[in-house]
């Protein structure tokens, strides 16, 4: 069992930046490959980034070089550093856990999900 929980959502001006953490539980962590997903409202669920167990990224093309992906084994966290953050960088953003170490793609690769949290940027 994983337990994931985000924070770091909250109101921002366009351009400004944020950056999201997600604590796991468990022991083994490092095995696992992460993910930030975000939903915004009347619209589908998708990949924001992703990080395999060895350390290797994948963004959506909305947010690259803009987001970035990260995690700290040694203290159970993957993290979301959000700059020059639009408004339609508005949604609920979960971050997900897989328990296999390749970067997972679509929300049904992995098993585990936080609660989500709010972010909104206004313009």
């Known amino acids: 069992q994983v337990q994931l929980v985000e924070s770091g959502g909250g109101l921002v001006q366009a351009g400004g930046s944020l950056r999201l953490s997600c604590a796991a539980s468990?022991?083994?962590?490092?095995?696992?490959?992460m993910g930030w997903f975000r939903q915004a409202p009347g619209k589908q669920r998708e990949l924001v980034a992703a990080?395999?167990?060895?350390?290797?990224?994948n963004y959506a093309r909305s947010v690259k070089g803009r987001f970035t992906i990260s995690r700290d084994n040694a203290k159970n966290t993957v993290y979301l550093q959000m700059n020059n953050l639009k408004p339609e960088d508005t949604a609920v953003y979960s971050c997900?856990?897989?328990?296999?170490?390749?970067?997972?793609?679509?929300?049904?690769?992995?098993?585990?999900w936080g609660q989500g949290t709010q972010v909104t940027v206004s313009s």
């Open positions: 997900a856990a897989r328990t296999v170490g390749n970067l997972g793609y679509s929300p049904g690769e992995y098993g585990y």
């Open positions: 468990g022991r083994t962590f490092s095995n696992y490959a």
């Open positions: 990080i395999s167990s060895a350390g290797s990224t």
